[in-house]
């Protein structure tokens, strides 16, 4: 675990050098983002497919949060689809609340395109859109899908990859299923930190 | 697209592979190869990709120790990936003399070596470039494997001619700007220069 937590560190670090002028970068005081343990960074009045605003808040009940920051047109987020929308079936009911965010803006994937998807594929979870991108930063997520577990103190729990495999029938690890299992039991995730893996997301 | 039709969405990269597949076959039905071309290089085109794991890519590095080394790491669902594809295989023809070289490093399921190289084909990848294809394909343990940074794609990693990882460009959240294919064609041409 601690040396997972380093990795997620170094790994913070050395990418925050990567696009760096300087060659031998020294990534010295950059704090990094954001890791398991920390709080969940916060959103508010985000616009949701159903046309209402949202924020983390209205969800300080549940047990547990997993956001998946995700969009419409890539193809390994539409592999996952399926699987994202059977999580939150899954868990409903154990108290866990599945929250969608979007925070790309190519016509694709903004709201009204996000409003068809959710519609056709029958999401019962909040899917939102976040024009100015500023949660995705805050949480640091690079790709679509990557997903967030978020416990009932509010405290990140699990980051990376929904599974191990786009291919639905090559998944051998159900990372976030797991940990939720972990968190509804009172215990630390035996694996809190994983690669994501998908299309990047479109910074502006 | 967007109708929720499953069906329609599972083929849709299919049928997108096979459309860029019946291009690449085009293409290739109809050499028409150059006067000066001596016979056997239109040969020389067809594109192979070989599956590899770490270690496998790591020992393929070594073998190019003297050179500055660009790998394009790509997927056939990444759509930014396939139009900086040609980006990349440009650039290793442009350098080609002045010790330079190519990798391209795909992540997709490596039983589907026949479909990855009709893409790259179709991009314009030919035997000065070498292919390979992760042997983990698209999965998380093929992203640690590798270190692609955020595990995302399109990724590349520069090389310089001792074999050290000089850059890495990824996506970056906390960042002001992503990077470009031009920032990579810049710091490959930095890299050619500095002297060997």
Redesign the interface.
């Known amino acids: 675990m601690k040396m997972l937590l380093c990795a997620v560190a170094l790994m913070g670090l050395f990418s925050h050098s990567t696009y760096a002028a300087e060659e031998s970068a020294s990534p010295a005081a950059e704090a990094k983002e954001f890791s398991v343990g920390d709080p969940a960074p916060e959103w508010t009045d985000l616009e949701g497919v159903d046309g209402k605003k949202h924020s983390l808040s209205e969800l300080k009940d549940a047990k547990a949060v997993v956001v998946v920051f995700t969009c419409n047109h890539c193809p390994v987020a539409q592999a996952y689809e399926d699987r994202i929308v059977a999580l939150a079936n899954d868990y409903k009911d154990k108290g866990v609340e599945l929250v969608a965010i979007n925070v790309n803006n190519m016509e694709d994937d903004k709201l009204p395109a996000m409003k068809e998807r959710a519609e056709a594929k029958d999401f019962k979870f909040d899917y939102l859109y976040d024009p100015s991108q500023e949660i995705g930063r805050s949480f640091g997520a690079t790709v679509t899908p990557h997903a967030f577990l978020i416990d009932g103190e509010h405290k990140l729990a699990y980051v990376g990859a929904i599974d191990d495999n786009m291919e639905v029938g090559k998944v051998e690890k159900q990372y976030v299923r797991d940990a939720i299992d972990a968190v509804l039991a009172g215990s630390k995730p035996e694996t809190d930190s994983t690669k994501p893996m998908g299309c990047g997301i479109q910074y502006e | 697209m967007?109708?929720?039709d499953?069906n329609d969405?599972a083929l849709?990269?299919i049928v997108f592979v096979l459309l860029l597949a019946s291009f690449a076959g085009c293409s290739r039905s109809e050499p028409a190869p150059r006067a000066d071309e001596p016979q056997g290089r239109v040969e020389q085109r067809s594109v192979v990709v070989t599956a590899v794991d770490r270690a496998e890519y790591d020992a393929a590095l070594v073998s190019l120790h003297g050179k500055v080394v660009l790998v394009d790491c790509w997927a056939t669902?990444?759509?930014?990936c396939l139009e900086q594809l040609p980006h990349s295989l440009k650039l290793a023809e442009r350098h080609a003399d002045e010790g330079f070289a190519a990798l391209t490093l795909c992540?997709d399921?490596p039983g589907k070596t026949d479909q990855i190289g009709k893409i790259l084909a179709s991009k314009g990848g030919d035997s000065q470039v070498t292919h390979y294809v992760s042997q983990q394909?698209?999965?998380?343990?093929?992203?640690?494997a590798f270190e692609?940074?955020?595990?995302?794609?399109?990724h590349y990693k520069l090389y310089d001619r001792a074999g050290k990882l000089?850059?890495?460009?990824?996506?970056?959240?906390?960042?002001e700007r992503?990077?470009t294919p031009e920032?990579v064609s810049a710091a490959v041409v930095e890299l050619i220069a500095e002297s060997p």
């Open positions: 967007n109708d929720g499953t969405r849709g990269p669902w990444c759509l930014p992540f399921d394909g698209g999965s998380t343990a093929a992203m640690d692609i940074t955020g595990g995302a794609l399109p000089r850059r890495n460009f990824a996506l970056d959240p906390t960042a992503q990077f920032d």
